[in-house]
């Protein structure tokens, strides 16, 4: 049991951050926590204790399925349990989700938690540096294939991408030798043949794929490695820039395998680099290489082995540094003429622009910093 009089140190680096006093402080900060990574879903508390180094809550969630697919139940509860590493200052160093039944069960035991990517806990890490928060797909042991788990937990982390103020731009990246090798075709497949879809994000999340829901207003930038098969190309489609190891290796394959793509591959690719360059690869499943990733534009950095996650980085901090309404509303400019030709996005600009100009601090302040010939300082209000 968590004591009473308990002080605990959230660090700026977690959402609302600071210090507190007591077992109500804290339950109220980790209340806050969960409304901002599952949408203010319902949940109850099962326990809540303490050990030397860690403070374990172990909660049950329940989680809306999307209305419009048929055959679902209205709802599915899991066991959850969040595990928060503590120093000896009580400063919490780290914080992870664990969403499997069984390894909830054995961590309300005692059991020392598995590392993030093993079978039992997450298999998506969550990093904030600064106003960027980096995204990892983690399940190396398995070249990163997507699971269902994979699935809800990016979409949970792609929430609170869009729903934290102070992030500014996201940065998607994997572990280990792989950016993803797919998925898991033989769950899959029996998902689609039901008539379900498995991607569909839970009642109140982001869609990675963009297909999905309301769209995401940040900006994502992509760093991939090694094998970057089907669904990975389809995640890189949906982000804005797109970073390639020198080695990484590029197949939307699904047509060798009886099926064809579903993440966006069909209606993005095309326009991406061209009908003839993406008819060459949707419609052989062949494999092709970063260079010519590069050269068709799927890709716009291709940087040696090993340094795609810190080039990625640099560029999304250069992001961070602009103001975070400009940057929002530029994009969604963008995305308005791909997707809903010129006249509409431009039928936006001025009232768009009107509006930021007459209501944003941000804006006043880029005027000053051009009157003053400084650098301006956004605040992102």
């Avoid at 993005?268 to 970063?290: C, P, S």
């Avoid at 990733?293 to 640099?314: E, M």
């Amino acid at each position: 049991m968590l004591a009473e009089d308990v002080v605990l140190r959230v660090p700026p680096s977690m959402p609302y951050g600071g210090q507190f006093h007591g077992r109500a402080a804290f339950l109220h900060w980790f209340d806050r926590l969960t409304q901002v990574y599952f949408s203010a879903l319902p949940y109850e508390l099962q326990s809540l204790t303490q050990a030397e180094d860690r403070v374990t809550v172990q909660v049950r969630q329940t989680l809306a399925s999307r209305p419009q697919e048929p055959g679902l139940s209205a709802e599915l509860t899991v066991e959850q349990a969040w595990v928060f590493e503590l120093d000896a200052g009580g400063l919490i160093g780290s914080a992870t989700l664990y969403a499997d039944t069984a390894a909830v069960r054995d961590l309300v035991a005692g059991a020392v938690p598995q590392p993030a990517g093993s079978a039992s806990g997450s298999v998506i890490s969550v990093e904030r540096r600064g106003h960027v928060l980096l995204i990892g797909l983690d399940r190396a042991a398995k070249r990163n294939a997507f699971s269902q788990q994979m699935v809800h937990e990016l979409s949970a982390a792609y929430t609170l991408l869009d729903a934290d103020p102070e992030i500014r731009c996201g940065v998607l990246h994997a572990a280990g030798q792989d950016f993803t090798a797919g998925l898991d075709l033989a769950y899959f497949s029996a998902r689609w043949a039901a008539g379900h879809n498995p991607f569909a994000p839970l009642h109140g999340r982001l869609d990675p794929w963009g297909l999905l829901g309301e769209p995401r207003r940040t900006p994502v930038v992509a760093a991939a490695q090694g094998r970057c098969y089907t669904l990975g190309i389809e995640l890189l489609l949906a982000t804005d820039v797109r970073v390639a190891a020198q080695g990484t290796r590029f197949a939307q394959l699904e047509v060798q395998r009886g099926i064809y793509p579903v993440g966006g591959a069909t209606m993005r690719l095309a326009t991406e680099i061209g009908y003839g360059n993406a008819m060459r690869w949707l419609l052989t499943g062949d494999e092709f290489d970063a260079s010519e990733a590069h050269r068709v534009g799927l890709v716009q950095h291709i940087v040696p082995d090993g340094q795609q996650l810190d080039v990625a980085v640099a560029v999304a901090e250069r992001i961070a540094t602009a103001n975070p309404a400009g940057v929002q509303l530029t994009r969604a400019s963008a995305l308005r003429t791909l997707e809903q030709g010129f006249a509409a996005a431009l039928a936006r600009v001025v009232p768009d622009l009107t509006a930021q100009l007459g209501t944003s601090r941000d804006a006043a302040e880029g005027v000053a910093s051009f009157r003053e010939r400084r650098a301006a300082a956004f605040t992102g209000q």
